[in-house]
């Protein structure tokens, strides 16, 4: 007995998470199979597992406002050297931005085409709605609120009134302007607050760790409670939500850098990717892009001979705000949560989803975890039952496996575009 604590103190934290994903499905679906739903096993759910799942979701939640806070503001204050390279900032982050946006309509697509949170029983979907929709805090997206009035509410006149309200693209926009500002400002001035935000970035990403460390513990209870309610069907969702994710990120990589590689950065496709197989396995392996920088950018000069001031300024930003896979698993994640409830989104709460997820991957602490909380927000935004995060909590690791790849080689495609675009200008000129 004691060896068995010894290993599973031992074991990395996606795994326990993965371990209390499993137990929490195996014990639930027997525990709705012997009962059939008995009212026993309903007072257990809503008096012991349901409050410890839902404790653990506030403690994330918790953390969200100053998680955007200090992340995007010092992430768009990072920017502030695109004022002095010019065109091959303005060049890179243009470039960054749409293939994102590119990777985000994708998901999309996608997740509108195989509907993997479709296909529940219609009396399943109706208990899931009526059990979980009173404890989400809806913002009338779900409804179709999308238009001037939308649009005059983004801007906040009362930005610490907007944060207690949860409005959070008033406060997003508030964060873009302290940003924004930040950049504008003598380097002098800026710098004090610029170091606060620093701080509140780094203390809030150590107080996401504490929180995760009971993640198996939360995962277990929440899954446990829908499962052991509503029984196996939604499990066979979850598969094809998985199916969606890594097929949209394999398309992604395959067809779409493929054509960039090819006609955009004029490069031989397969030669690229045999060329930057080391950054494709060293993401898949870490996880992180950060990790994988050194990585990246020797391979950026000797194997693509990408010159160093492209790869220095590139590479790091791409880092921090170039994350096209998180982008397309966003926007599937928070469509399949909300298809699984039965909240039909109108296109411009699907349009909203979309934008939150570009923005929410801009300065994203490179953490595992850090984006749950973002993920939660949205969830609230458009009307979803947070409580819905911990159908996919347990298989994230595996997903984000598969989409750091994605982010690391889509930094290289950005360098090698930059390169080529700056040699030809380079050319020109002399």
């Known amino acids: 007995m004691r060896s068995v604590v010894i290993r599973i103190n031992t074991m990395a934290l996606q795994t326990k998470i993965l371990l209390g994903l499993i137990v929490g499905v195996v014990s639930g679906i027997a525990i709705n199979i012997l009962t059939g739903g008995a009212a026993g096993t309903e007072q257990f759910v809503r008096s012991v597992t349901e409050p410890i799942g839902r404790v653990w979701l506030n403690a994330l939640m918790m953390l969200v406002i100053p998680v955007v806070i200090s992340t995007l503001s010092t992430g768009i204050a990072g920017l502030g050297s695109l004022k002095r ?30 509907q993997p949170g479709e296909g529940l029983n219609p009396a399943v979907t109706e208990r899931l709605l009526e059990t979980y929709q009173g404890e989400s805090d809806a913002r009338g997206l779900a409804e179709g609120a999308f238009g001037m009035e939308l649009f005059v509410q983004i801007v906040p006149r009362n930005p610490v009134q907007a944060a207690a309200n949860g409005e ?107 060329r930057t197989r080391v950054v494709f396995l060293t993401g898949f392996s870490t996880s992180s892009s950060t990790a994988t920088l050194p990585t ?46 039965g909240v039909d989104l109108s296109l411009g709460s699907q349009l909203i989803v979309l934008l ?47 989409r750091t790849p994605l982010n690391v080689i889509g930094d290289l495609v950005i360098a090698t575009i930059v390169d080529r675009i700056e040699s030809e200008s380079s050319s020109r000129i002399g």
């Open 85 to 114: 390279l010019g065109r091959i900032g303005s060049l890179s982050l243009l470039s960054m931005l749409t293939i994102s946006m590119v990777a985000a309509l994708l998901g999309l697509g996608l997740v509108n085409l195989a």
């Open 168 to 274: 959070m693209l008033a406060v997003i926009f508030f964060t873009l302007m302290i940003g924004i500002g930040l950049t504008i400002v003598p380097k002098e001035k800026a710098q004090p607050l610029l170091n606060f935000l620093e701080s509140l970035g780094h203390v809030t990403v150590g107080l996401i760790g504490l929180v995760m460390k009971v993640a198996p513990l939360g995962v277990a209870c929440l899954i446990f409670s829908v499962t052991a309610r509503f029984g196996f069907e939604i499990i066979f969702n979850l598969i094809k939500y998985m199916t969606t994710v890594v097929g949209g990120l394999a398309l992604f990589f395959v067809v779409g850098y493929w054509l960039v590689v090819k006609f955009i950065a004029k490069r031989n496709p397969v030669e690229f990717m045999r």
């Open 356 to 402: 939150m997820s570009l923005v929410s991957s801009i300065g994203a602490a490179a953490v595992p975890g850090a984006v749950i909380p973002l993920l939660m927000m949205v969830l609230a935004m458009v009307g979803v039952p947070v409580e819905g995060i911990a159908i996919m909590l347990g298989v994230d690791r595996i997903l984000d496996m598969c």
């Open 296 to 341: 990246t950018m020797r391979v950026a000069k000797e194997e693509l001979g990408i010159s160093d001031a492209v790869a220095g300024f590139v590479l790091p930003l791409g880092a921090v705000i170039h994350m096209p896979g998180s982008s397309l698993f966003g926007v599937v994640t928070i469509l399949f949560i909300a298809q699984v409830f």
